[in-house]
């Protein structure tokens, strides 16, 4: 047996205390439990996806930002796609495309919940797949799904139980997805703009297309005037038809004065028909007037709408290629070119600037 | 120990070897070379039309080495496409006053500089009058008598003097010391056009294109010339290369959307003339476009 001095048992202590001290830090760092056994018997449960992006076994089952479990399993499974996940599938292009109750591969994904207190409804519940920050980690977040007051915590609910409860996946719509759905709003936005140029109202000529309004509403109140009377007058000729025939048939003597009063009943009605025949015309001359006006500030806010719309998708598109951005910023230009200065310079009869100086060694 | 060393050493060599590669740019390829000096970062800036980036490079350029005319030629240039970009009246012509004063500075220096005599011309003209500025480029002439550049810059200020005769004298001499300057040619063809020989001009043009095939100048022009000429479609073409270019030009929109007018494009003429209305800095000229358009959408509606 060899004697150790006392030199070398301080040593050795202190590579003990350092290993030790090393061994907590790593830990900490990768977040690893300590303890060696768990007195909290986790619930299980299952939920299936069709895309968990980077999601991987070990990586936490959050609750509004709190820990509350770990992912234990991911595999592939064949199943009959329900409604969601064809859509899902759809939304990122398949081809063919997925329908509901067709057999086809989705990605499972075990995990455990072990915070005593949660309470949740594995019937409502559901999780999703949502990243922790912009350049973080995917993680599993759990809806509990609708509560009652009598609720028991799921860990005391489902402890000791080595079945695995299946929860409802909700898939993730990330950038193609939004970008998917948002095409065909955007598609319609553009055709409408396209078809309703001129429909479009702004500040500028809100006053001129309410004073359009106010006139047609007018013309509408004044026909419906006319209409009213037209119809009164109709059936007053129609009375004094039936009458003056009668009295024709009875053989009497004031035809003439009657046949008179129509003509002037007819007269009279023409000359209505024809003043609200003018003042619609008055009234469509107007409006035509004014929307030819203000067609170039209406279409002026249709360019600068579709405009937005195309900035916004192209931000769109170069967040999902380089998320980076968002954090770092984006100083790349949108794609069109500066205005020319070398016209400028050579007409104003001045010189060039100088260009770049060869730098090689 | 010792019967390692050849090892170690082979060792040594070889780390440093591939260390040294790239920080030595060993396997550098040409034309993606960093930017070093100040002067280079300016002139990028200047490019990007970062002006007061490109203002401040110079300006350490000029710090490091005092004497370097170039820098402080770029600066002033600079300064003055600032000012031109400056929305404060005031705060423009100060910088132009600093343009100046930066080329003074320079001619102190180096009085016969020919860009500096040239710029210092131009703004002279511009401040004082014709005659003053002309003294400035009777100067660079007398100096640099065989340059095509200054007798290009002259036949410029002689156009914007309406004197097309002499412009295009300036413009022969400054062709017949450089048959291929790009600057003389253009120079000529605008004294041609202005001459209402559209031929020798359109011919000065196709040269200056074949000189330089994308400068949107050139391609302007002989839109220009060729919609004048009574030859719309060869005039698109022009445009529309120029547009590709240089998309942010009123001038270009309006020239295209006069030609697609006259081809009968109404849509096409709408659509440019919005873009020269939406790009055009002077209200005037926005309030120009803004009654066309009314017109050119009452056309529309007519046709629909």
Same mark, same amino acid.
């Given at each position: 047996?060899?004697?150790?001095?006392?030199?070398?048992?301080?040593?050795?202590?202190?590579?003990?205390?350092?290993?030790?001290?090393?061994?907590?830090?790593?830990?900490?760092?990768?977040?690893?439990?300590?303890?060696?056994?768990?007195?909290?018997?986790?619930?299980?449960?299952?939920?299936?996806?069709?895309?968990?992006?980077?999601?991987?076994?070990?990586?936490?089952?959050?609750?509004?930002?709190?820990?509350?479990?770990?992912?234990?399993?991911?595999?592939?499974?064949?199943?009959?796609?329900?409604?969601?996940?064809?859509?899902?599938?759809?939304?990122?292009?398949?081809?063919?495309?997925?329908?509901?109750?067709?057999?086809?591969?989705?990605?499972?994904?075990?995990?455990?919940?072990?915070?005593?207190?949660?309470?949740?409804?594995?019937?409502?519940?559901?999780?999703?797949?949502?990243?922790?920050?912009?350049?973080?980690?995917?993680?599993?977040?759990?809806?509990?799904?609708?509560?009652?007051?009598?609720?028991?915590?799921?860990?005391?609910?489902?402890?000791?139980?080595?079945?695995?409860?299946?929860?409802?996946?909700?898939?993730?719509?990330?950038?193609?997805?939004?970008?998917?759905?948002?095409?065909?709003?955007?598609?319609?936005?553009?055709?409408?703009?396209?078809?309703?140029?001129?429909?479009?109202?702004?500040?500028?000529?809100?006053?001129?297309?309410?004073?359009?309004?106010?006139?047609?509403?007018?013309?509408?109140?004044?026909?419906?005037?006319?209409?009213?009377?037209?119809?009164?007058?109709?059936?007053?000729?129609?009375?004094?038809?039936?009458?003056?025939?009668?009295?024709?048939?009875?053989?009497?003597?004031?035809?003439?004065?009657?046949?008179?009063?129509?003509?002037?009943?007819?007269?009279?009605?023409?000359?209505?028909?024809?003043?609200?025949?003018?003042?619609?015309?008055?009234?469509?001359?107007?409006?035509?007037?004014?929307?030819?006006?203000?067609?170039?500030?209406?279409?002026?806010?249709?360019?600068?709408?579709?405009?937005?719309?195309?900035?916004?998708?192209?931000?769109?598109?170069?967040?999902?290629?380089?998320?980076?951005?968002?954090?770092?910023?984006?100083?790349?230009?949108?794609?069109?070119?500066?205005?020319?200065?070398?016209?400028?310079?050579?007409?104003?009869?001045?010189?060039?600037?100088?260009?770049?100086?060869?730098?090689?060694? | 120990?010792?019967?390692?060393?050849?090892?170690?050493?082979?060792?040594?060599?070889?780390?440093?070897?591939?260390?040294?590669?790239?920080?030595?740019?060993?396997?550098?390829?040409?034309?993606?070379?960093?930017?070093?000096?100040?002067?280079?970062?300016?002139?990028?800036?200047?490019?990007?039309?970062?002006?007061?980036?490109?203002?401040?490079?110079?300006?350490?350029?000029?710090?490091?080495?005092?004497?370097?005319?170039?820098?402080?030629?770029?600066?002033?240039?600079?300064?003055?496409?600032?000012?031109?970009?400056?929305?404060?009246?005031?705060?423009?012509?100060?910088?132009?006053?600093?343009?100046?004063?930066?080329?003074?500075?320079? @001619?102190?220096?180096? #009085? %016969?500089?020919?860009?500096? =005599?040239?710029?210092? /011309?131009?703004?002279?003209? *511009? &401040?004082?009058? $014709?005659?003053?500025?002309?003294?400035?480029?009777?100067?660079?002439?007398?100096?640099?008598?065989?340059?095509?550049?200054?007798?290009?810059?002259?036949?410029?200020?002689?156009?914007?003097?309406?004197?097309?005769?002499?412009?295009?004298?300036?413009?022969?001499?400054?062709?017949?010391?450089?048959?291929?300057?790009?600057?003389?040619?253009?120079?000529?063809?605008?004294?041609?056009?202005?001459?209402?020989?559209?031929?020798?001009?359109?011919?000065?043009?196709?040269?200056? @294109?074949?000189?330089? #095939? %994308?400068?949107?100048?050139? =391609?302007?022009?002989? /839109?220009?010339?060729?919609? *004048? &000429?009574?030859? $719309?479609?060869?005039?698109?073409?022009?445009?529309?290369?120029?547009?590709?270019?240089?998309?942010?030009?009123?001038?270009?929109?309006?020239?295209?959307?006069?030609?697609?007018?006259?081809?009968?494009?109404?849509?096409?003429?709408?659509?440019?003339?919005?873009?020269?209305?939406?790009?055009?800095?002077?209200?005037?000229?926005?309030?120009?476009?803004?009654?066309?358009?009314?017109?050119?959408?009452?056309?529309?509606?007519?046709?629909?």
């Amino acid at each position: 047996m060899n004697a150790y001095t006392k030199h070398e048992l301080v040593t050795g202590t202190f590579v003990v205390i350092a290993a030790a001290i090393f061994t907590l830090f790593a830990f900490n760092i990768l977040d690893l439990d300590l303890r060696l056994g768990s007195d909290v018997e986790p619930a299980r449960f299952t939920a299936e996806f069709t895309d968990v992006g980077s999601l991987t076994v070990g990586d936490k089952v959050v609750f509004g930002g709190t820990e509350v479990g770990k992912v234990t399993a991911i595999q592939i499974k064949l199943v009959e796609l329900g409604e969601d996940q064809a859509a899902a599938l759809n939304l990122r292009g398949s081809q063919p495309p997925a329908r509901a109750g067709q057999r086809a591969q989705v990605i499972e994904v075990g995990f455990e919940v072990d915070d005593p207190s949660l309470r949740l409804d594995p019937a409502t519940a559901s999780v999703f797949i949502s990243r922790t920050g912009l350049l973080g980690r995917d993680t599993l977040a759990l809806d509990p799904g609708r509560l009652t007051e009598d609720a028991q915590p799921i860990v005391e609910l489902l402890a000791g139980d080595p079945m695995a409860y299946s929860i409802s996946g909700q898939e993730r719509l990330g950038f193609d997805g939004l970008l998917a759905r948002a095409g065909p709003i955007l598609s319609a936005a553009q055709s409408t703009l396209d078809n309703f140029n001129d429909r479009v109202l702004t500040d500028d000529n809100t006053d001129s297309i309410r004073a359009i309004l106010t006139q047609v509403k007018s013309a509408t109140a004044r026909a419906e005037e006319f209409l009213t009377a037209a119809e009164e007058t109709s059936v007053a000729l129609r009375e004094l038809t039936g009458d003056v025939q009668t009295r024709i048939d009875q053989g009497w003597p004031r035809t003439r004065e009657a046949i008179e009063s129509i003509a002037e009943l007819a007269a009279n009605l023409e000359a209505q028909v024809q003043r609200i025949s003018d003042e619609a015309v008055e009234v469509l001359d107007v409006a035509e007037a004014m929307v030819n006006e203000n067609r170039p500030e209406l279409a002026e806010a249709t360019r600068r709408l579709r405009r937005t719309l195309f900035e916004a998708e192209l931000l769109a598109r170069k967040v999902r290629s380089n998320p980076s951005i968002l954090v770092f910023g984006d100083d790349d230009p949108l794609l069109d070119a500066e205005l020319s200065d070398e016209a400028w310079l050579l007409r104003s009869g001045r010189a060039q600037p100088y260009l770049q100086r060869d730098e090689r060694p | 120990m010792k019967r390692n060393a050849p090892a170690m050493t082979a060792s040594a060599v070889l780390l440093g070897a591939a260390l040294a590669w790239p920080v030595g740019g060993c396997g550098r390829k040409e034309g993606v070379a960093p930017i070093r000096s100040h002067f280079n970062r300016g002139v990028k800036q200047f490019d990007d039309r970062q002006w007061d980036a490109a203002a401040a490079s110079y300006r350490r350029a000029i710090a490091d080495e005092p004497d370097d005319r170039r820098a402080r030629f770029n600066l002033s240039v600079t300064l003055e496409l600032a000012a031109r970009d400056a929305t404060d009246a005031a705060q423009a012509a100060a910088l132009r006053d600093q343009a100046l004063a930066e080329l003074m500075e320079l @001619l102190e220096r180096h #009085p %016969d500089d020919e860009r500096a =005599l040239l710029n210092v /011309a131009a703004m002279t003209a *511009e &401040r004082e009058g $014709p005659e003053a500025g002309e003294a400035y480029y009777q100067t660079a002439l007398q100096a640099h008598p065989r340059s095509a550049e200054a007798r290009a810059a002259y036949a410029n200020f002689l156009l914007r003097q309406d004197r097309a005769d002499d412009a295009a004298a300036q413009a022969e001499l400054a062709l017949a010391s450089d048959a291929g300057s790009f600057a003389g040619t253009v120079a000529l063809g605008d004294a041609k056009l202005r001459q209402g020989d559209l031929d020798a001009a359109a011919k000065a043009y196709a040269k200056a @294109l074949a000189t330089a #095939p %994308d400068q949107p100048v050139v =391609l302007r022009t002989m /839109a220009q010339l060729e919609f *004048e &000429r009574g030859r $719309p479609a060869e005039a698109q073409v022009h445009v529309r290369r120029a547009l590709l270019i240089d998309p942010e030009d009123p001038g270009l929109h309006r020239l295209a959307g006069q030609i697609a007018e006259q081809q009968g494009q109404t849509e096409q003429a709408v659509y440019h003339r919005w873009q020269a209305r939406d790009l055009e800095p002077d209200p005037e000229r926005a309030e120009q476009d803004r009654q066309t358009l009314a017109r050119l959408y009452e056309r529309l509606a007519a046709t629909d």
